[in-house]
């Protein structure tokens, strides 16, 4: 096992109903002007927004407002939200909303209190601190609730990259599975096949012998392969919902990471779609993911039959390692179809013409050296092969 | 899934020789004045309480030391640790050693700054705050360094209970698994046996479809069967130790307990016999869980038989689910002894004549109210006939 420091000092509340104590909390963790963040649509038409509020009306906090984020979210509205908190003399950002929402406040969040351009951060810059950031969230799937991370895509050049730091950890987290109970089945299998990516990318390892973080993983996939399909067959499932809703915050919160290399090669790869087509992140992960599997598994062949055996329940095919390994892939991608995910370019919306632009962003566009991946490094002439096998 | 809030904001620094970085750590969180608590023996003879000291010198901290904490922490050092850091105005607690000496350290850090005596934190007042601690670990047993836990044992009447509270989770702990290759096996083994326990305490539930936290508790279970063995077999062995020291972590900081009830009775039943016999509570544990659970496991035969299917590797028998249940329980009482874990009173020097005050005392005792056990609550007369199925 490698070296390492851990450090998730984020408090989560969990549970039904939960958010109506967002002032509380807000107030508890100092907070006295509060930018609350969020998207739109259901935020406010479900009420939420106007309960957040009245919950902070109630701790008579301050507090100013700014919605709009989108999925794959935008610098644009980060230089206006940094701009309003630095006007309105901000102290606490509070996120309502998904991962989008949340990277988007803590881009904010760290934007506001630092002297350069935000997307220094974006470029591989240590985010140390932040204004403390609160969230509330309505979709099990970025873990960027419990995470040091956030990704947000520059639309000088339409780049989409990932800053991580201390400063990037939520002060607090609230959980209420029920507010996830309303979203449509398609994007509850998104946030499923993202947290499952959030495991595999841990999975994807050069360490040997890291059976405890293995182990945690396979526990974290095999409730996702429980779950989900029950989450999918009835959406009002309040307790598939809990279990999604904590394994989402286990998978990314790095517990089950630490102390062994990860890849994240599929995250970098999907990137590109989601930058070019603004496909759902998760929806590009399921026709990404199992195609850099098919790409790189005989790099460590009983690692993928491990993960097969564990966790998809095939038998070992103790003659031939890799049948095993490859039924798992098999089995993996059948899994995602069953949620009603799609599996190539084609049903994602994407055109293999922009294959030669999207592998040459992906391993040269801002600041990145010619490779990607950890667990072997893939150059843009791999990317573009990887490609291609979903078209 | 039952609400919950969940708060572990201890920075573990796990790796080889992080120890030396202990100045560091107590410098960056704060500390000025500093109370090193360690048992004796190892400690001392291995030189690690000197590079302790060398690492608290490096940056210019001033610091005083309180030995002699024993197995089964008693309160006689908790008192004159508090009076020790009173009179040298110590804000930071530094623990040297395994679980007895984070929880002797916990007492202190809280009494010292606590009004009246210390011991009502152990009889049932919550822990909200204490000095800040640091602990060093040298055994993966308790899990005491990511815990707001703490048990000291009570001179007064050899009462032996457990405290809670935010104020109990360390400000930073040291993991080096390194440190725990000269562990004789039979300790060894006792930590093993605990972080088993705490496991299986947690999976003791009444809780239905917590299939996260199930999973979650399942994995770190398979994990310590695979790597107990093996560094039961050689003591050597760094990748096992490290397996085992983040299994131990993870076992006890709650992550995999929230949102579901637990049950804690084999714990309780064994306090009173390492109150009674000062055995090791790794030693007591593996003779008390085995006969806890064959005891209640007709409250629920279905989670037994889960746990034997999905842990001990256990055919499930459709026909007769009882029978997997009983071979599960069967297969980790003989885990236990492979391991080298003692199975029946005689073993462990207890003696029958006891039982009957030793039952009293359990749930009677200082606090109680004639129930232990959140599975099936237990009465005195149940753990008399349970105490007797060991002997």
């Not at 984020?10 to 107030?27: I, L």
């Not at 259901?42 to 919605?67: I, M, P, Q, Y």
């Not at 979210?73 to 929402?101: H, M, N, Q």
């Not at 409730?223 to 009002?236: L, N, S, W, Y």
Request: a negative charge; one cysteine or more; hydrophobic letters at 40%.
């Amino acid at each position: 096992m490698d070296n390492f420091t851990f450090y998730a000092p984020t408090y989560f509340v969990f549970g039904k109903d939960q958010e109506d104590e967002a002032g509380k909390y807000v107030k508890r963790f100092g907070g006295t002007r509060v930018l609350i963040h969020y998207g739109g649509g259901s935020v406010v038409r479900s009420g939420l927004l106007d309960r957040v509020k009245a919950s902070l009306d109630k701790e008579g906090l301050w507090h100013t407002e700014l919605g709009g984020v989108k999925p794959n979210p935008r610098s644009g509205l980060v230089y206006e939200g940094i701009e309003l908190c630095r006007k309105e003399k901000v102290d606490f950002v509070l996120a309502v909303g998904g991962g989008s929402t949340i990277d988007s406040s803590k881009a904010i969040a760290a934007g506001t209190i630092y002297d350069g351009d935000f997307w220094d951060f974006y470029q591989g810059k240590f985010v140390e601190k932040a204004l403390p950031i609160g969230t509330i969230l309505t979709i099990a799937a970025a873990g960027s609730e419990g995470s040091p991370d956030s990704v947000i895509t520059n639309e000088n050049g339409m780049f989409k990259r990932g800053a991580t730091g201390e400063g990037f950890r939520p002060t607090f987290s609230i959980l209420d599975p029920a507010l996830t109970q309303t979203l449509p089945p398609y994007q509850t299998a998104c946030g499923i096949t993202d947290i499952m990516a959030h495991l595999l990318e841990r999975y994807l390892t050069n360490t040997k012998e890291v059976e405890v973080t293995d182990r945690l993983i396979e526990g974290l996939l095999l409730t996702m392969i429980h779950e989900g399909p029950r989450v999918i067959a009835d959406p009002d499932n309040y307790e598939a919902r809990a279990n999604i809703m904590w394994a989402g915050m286990m998978a990314h919160n790095n517990s089950c990471g630490v102390g062994r290399s990860q890849d994240w090669s599929s995250h970098n790869i999907e990137h590109e779609l989601s930058a070019v087509y603004d496909c759902a992140h998760g929806a590009g992960l399921a026709v990404v993911f199992p195609a850099v599997m098919e790409y790189v598994y005989t790099h460590d062949v009983m690692r993928f039959a491990q993960l097969a055996v564990r966790v998809w329940g095939c038998s070992m095919d103790f003659a031939d390692p890799e049948k095993t390994a490859l039924e798992g892939i098999r089995r993996f991608r059948a899994f995602l179809v069953s949620i009603g995910m799609p599996q190539n370019f084609a049903e994602l919306g994407a055109d293999a013409k922009d294959i030669p632009a999207m592998a040459k962003c992906a391993v040269w566009g801002d600041g990145r050296s010619g490779h990607i991946g950890g667990f072997i490094q893939l150059s843009e002439e791999d990317i573009v092969k990887i490609y291609r096998s979903m078209v």
